[in-house]
């Protein structure tokens, strides 16, 4: 993709209609009679294998933006989580709370963290009636918990859970993957996470630079290695390059050459 900017002038009835906004006061019959606007317009060209298919304008007054997309131009369904995201409360459980099959093996998961849990359930926010609360039951407590009263590694498990789910035909991009999850915990989280990847057809684009949880993630099955690939950067006399290995030349340059992967 590429872009160009260059400054440009629009009118007020222009300017309300990029924005999906109807001008409804002091409307002016004569468009020249109306004020203009400077703005600037970034034109995004997008290409593929060298054949331009895609050309869009962009103001920087625009508040929305819809692709107008060419046939030839298609895009993969990606979720991005970030390393906070399970502190920011961004969780989707919908399709793992309505699939019997799903919701037992998240169970199991959660049992990592407190084998007392027996359910989880969502219930409406009476305050916002577009967001759910996600509560608890346990057998050492007469009411449920919000989800809110777990530790953050509980949290991240189950954004890593709905995410792998969400992505499903798609990427799943996680970045700095193993933040808040305990090395106890690890062995089980990320075998669902890769093992659900495959079932779900997501391919999962990891990050991070913990020792251990590259190698949980490498030695968690060997039924997966064949699927798993590693690629490190590193900086050569200026120059950024990327060594790409495969699980089981990672694990022997770990074993037998003493590499660290980070």
């Known amino acids: 993709m590429t872009a160009d900017i260059e400054g440009t002038q629009i009118s007020e009835r222009e300017m309300y209609h990029i924005n999906g906004l109807r001008k409804t006061d002091r409307v002016k019959q004569d468009d020249k009679q109306e004020e203009l606007i400077d703005v600037l317009c970034m034109y995004l060209y997008t290409y593929i294998n060298g054949e331009r298919v895609n050309k869009d304008k962009i103001y920087d007054i625009q508040t ?35 699939d019997s099959k799903l919701y037992d093996e998240m169970l199991n998961i959660l049992h990592e963290f407190d084998d007392n849990i027996t359910n989880i359930n969502a219930l409406k926010d009476e305050d916002n009636p577009f967001s759910a609360e996600y509560m608890v039951l346990t057998k050492n407590h007469a009411k449920a918990l919000p989800l ?115």
């Open 148 to 262: 809110s009263s777990y530790g953050d590694g509980m949290k991240k498990a189950l954004l890593l859970l709905s995410s792998v789910v969400l992505a499903s035909d798609g990427i799943l991009l996680l970045d700095e993957f193993e933040t808040a999850i305990h090395t106890s915990a690890m062995d089980s989280v990320f075998s669902w996470l890769l093992n659900s990847a495959l079932k779900q057809n997501v391919q999962i684009f990891m990050t991070s630079h913990c020792k251990e949880a590259i190698e949980k993630v490498l030695e968690c099955s060997a039924d997966l290695q064949p699927y798993i690939n590693v690629y490190t950067l590193y900086d050569y006399q200026g120059n950024n390059y990327v060594r790409k290995m495969s699980c089981e030349e990672a694990i022997n340059a770990k074993d037998y050459l003493g590499l660290e992967l980070r």
């Open 64 to 98: 929305r933006f819809s692709w107008h997309l060419n046939e030839k131009v298609h895009f993969n369904k990606a979720v991005y989580v970030s390393p906070v995201d399970h502190v920011n409360n961004r969780l989707s459980l919908n399709k793992i709370l309505s």
